[in-house]
């Protein structure tokens, strides 16, 4: 599995804009990026997904650079409500069927 | 569309004692996980079916955990018997997995275990 490091926690103030790097630096050529939210009490949420250059939905953007070796989950403009834990993903190809490997999340605080 | 239903929300045993917990995930879906999450940490994989057949059971205790997946749809997570340690939530996900490396996974609430 491609091991991914993330900040253990940031924090920030409402209106700031969040941005959150996972380093995943044995990524293999087919796999892609994905992030996932968690609130207390919860299981995760899918948030976004990539495989190169940038992705952007109504949540979030993701940066991959060309070396896809780290990525960045930007949150722009963040609210109360978006104190959560953040997982960045990099799944196994092959064989694997899709298997992931959480780590242990960057937990976010977001304060007025 | 409905989400991935778990059962119960709480749970409060003796260790030693035996428990259950029941999934039902996303219709159509056939690759079904349970993860193991202590608290302050990530969620850990127990077991991936795909439909009825297990995938990778790898993190599996299987001297006190087992689970089954009877038709491919439903799936049931026992433990016995229950130790301290294993006082954890312990969520189901599912994913409609077309393209592996696409995976995408959608989670139940999980079912909050505790042993005494």
């Known amino acids: 599995l491609a091991k991914t490091t993330q900040p253990i926690s940031m924090d920030s103030y409402e209106g700031q804009e969040v941005n959150i790097t996972c380093s995943h630096n044995?990524?293999?050529?087919?796999?892609?990026i994905t992030w996932y939210q968690q609130f207390p009490s919860q299981g995760p949420r899918f948030i976004i997904q990539?495989?190169?250059t940038k992705v952007t939905n109504e949540v979030a953007s993701l940066f991959i650079p060309a070396d896809r070796k780290s990525s960045t989950l930007s949150l722009p403009r963040v609210s109360l409500s978006d104190t959560a834990v953040y997982y960045c993903?990099?799944?196994?190809?092959?064989?694997?069927?899709?298997?992931?490997?959480f780590g242990a999340g960057t937990q976010v605080v977001v304060t007025p | 569309e409905a989400g991935v239903a778990q059962s119960p929300r709480y749970k409060i045993i003796e260790k030693r004692q035996s428990v259950a917990f029941w999934c039902n995930p996303i219709?159509?879906?056939?690759?079904l996980y349970w993860y193991q999450q202590i608290l302050g940490q990530g969620p850990k994989l127990l077991i991936q079916?795909?439909?009825?057949?297990?995938?990778?059971d790898s993190q599996l205790p299987k001297d006190r955990f087992s689970a089954e997946r009877l038709k491919g749809v439903d799936s049931t997570l026992k433990i016995q018997p229950a130790k301290l340690e294993d006082s954890a939530v312990y969520l189901c996900?599912?994913?409609?997995?077309?393209?592996?490396?696409?995976?995408?996974?959608?989670f139940g609430a999980g079912t909050r275990l505790s042993v005494l």
């Open positions: 044995n990524i293999a050529t087919n796999d892609y």
């Open positions: 996900a599912s994913s409609l997995v077309q393209d592996p490396r696409k995976n995408i996974q959608y």
């Open positions: 993903l990099v799944g196994e190809t092959g064989d694997s069927w899709g298997k992931f490997q």
């Open positions: 990539g495989y190169k």
């Open positions: 079916f795909q439909n009825n057949g297990v995938v990778d």
């Open positions: 219709s159509g879906h056939a690759t």
